[in-house]
């Protein structure tokens, strides 16, 4: 195997620190992996080491990400730009985690979350500009008053990305059915109440289960989804849903086994991937040394995986299901005393 490279893209605020952290656990690893290492987003100079970026992003085999508030914009690039249209965020417990929940032993489900379009796309503005459309409501039986002071947002469903998206959860869904897991993809959306546009992402989920006889199929209204997530995490398998309710949804998925700190997540497309946390950059704990780096551990584990270091992955993943098994080197947001430091030793210490 040729040497990889990997684009680091350490972030905002306090998010850099936990990718400092996986980057020395992965050093650890001694992997064939050249790591091209980008400044804090605080440190970018306008335009050029966006520029500087991009370029590197496409020479490279992946990239690890920390969160960004917006200073470190080549996050735009990595999305539209490589067009990784799956975000997959799984939401497993490991023993350890602290739960909320009485009984999240088992609970081991992924969303996958439409990446590139919906409410994403930045399409707002005063709702006098839809004047000359003469915008007709279904359900008020009359047209839009653009008269009222007030704004709007587009929502797009392509019919060509929903299937991208859906095909992608149920290879997924094969993937884990070989692993041992149920094989089943659930659907969710407001398609009840948006019946063009979740509507379409209904019905073109569904046109995609024929295609997967092996594969169990099942479709929620999104708020009776939400009671799910909470009330029976055990019965989902692979869950597929539009941008907005995946971003959401995957933060109330994320506090049921135990917070934002142990969610990861990888951004997939035909020909790149991209790897970060679910969590944002945390500004209120910066400086502060505490934050938990399990999140973006567990998403180098899975750019690992996605690179060919199948044996390197599974390792990582062991050594922190260990230190959560042990629990005597736990950060504060698990209940424990170890700082981020501390914390990625132990890591360390059980590859
Ligand atoms: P964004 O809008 O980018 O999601 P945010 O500030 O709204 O950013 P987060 O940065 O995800 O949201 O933080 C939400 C809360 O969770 C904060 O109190 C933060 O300190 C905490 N938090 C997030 N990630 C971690 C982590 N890895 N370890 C510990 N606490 C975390």
């Known amino acids: 195997m ?3 490279k990997v684009v680091v893209l350490p972030g905002d605020d306090e998010a850099p620190q936990t990718v400092f952290a996986a980057l020395e656990v992965m050093r650890a690893l001694k992997l064939d992996i050249e790591f091209i290492e980008f400044p804090v987003g605080e440190k970018w100079v306008r335009g050029e080491t966006d520029k500087a970026a991009r370029a590197a992003i496409d020479s490279s085999d992946s990239t690890l990400f920390g969160s960004t508030s917006g200073k470190t914009t080549a996050i735009n690039y990595l999305r539209w730009g490589r067009q990784t249209y799956a975000n997959v965020r799984p939401c497993r417990y490991l023993k350890g985690f602290r739960s909320p929940l009485a009984h999240p032993d088992g609970i081991d489900y992924v969303i996958v979350r439409e990446n590139l379009e919906d409410l994403y796309l930045g ?4 709702l006098e500009a839809l004047a000359p459309l003469h915008l007709h409501s ?29 095909r992608f959860a149920f290879e997924l869904a094969r993937k884990r059915k070989a692993q041992g ?3 089943k993809v659930t659907c969710t959306s407001k398609y009840n109440m948006l019946r063009e546009s979740d509507g379409l992402f209904r019905q073109l989920v569904e046109e995609t289960a024929a295609d997967y006889p092996d594969i169990a199929y099942e479709q929620f209204i999104v708020d009776d989804f939400a009671r799910r997530v909470v009330q029976s995490p055990h019965a989902l398998d692979v869950v597929v849903m539009p941008n907005l309710y995946g971003d959401i949804l995957s933060d109330a998925a994320a506090g049921t086994i135990g917070g934002l700190g142990l969610a990861p997540s ?18 209120d704990i910066l400086g502060k040394g505490v934050i938990n780096p399990t999140a973006t551990m567990l ?3 899975m750019m690992l995986e996605y690179l060919g270091f199948n044996e390197a992955s599974r390792r990582f993943d062991q050594a922190l299901r260990a230190v959560y098994a042990e629990g005597s080197a736990l950060t504060v947001d698990q209940g424990g005393r170890a700082g981020t430091a501390e914390f990625t030793r132990a890591v360390i210490a059980r590859l």
Do not use: M, W
């Open 2 to 4: 040729a040497t990889k």
């Open 123 to 126: 399409l707002e503005g005063p």
């Open 138 to 166: 279904r359900i008020l039986r009359a047209d839009l008053n653009t008269s009222e002071r007030g704004k709007f947002a587009i929502k797009v469903i392509t019919e060509r990305k929903t299937r991208q998206v859906a």
């Open 181 to 183: 897991r149920p094989g």
């Open 266 to 283: 990888g951004c997939y497309g035909d020909d790149y991937a991209y790897f970060e946390s679910v969590h944002g950059t945390a500004p």
């Open 299 to 301: 998403s180098a584990a």
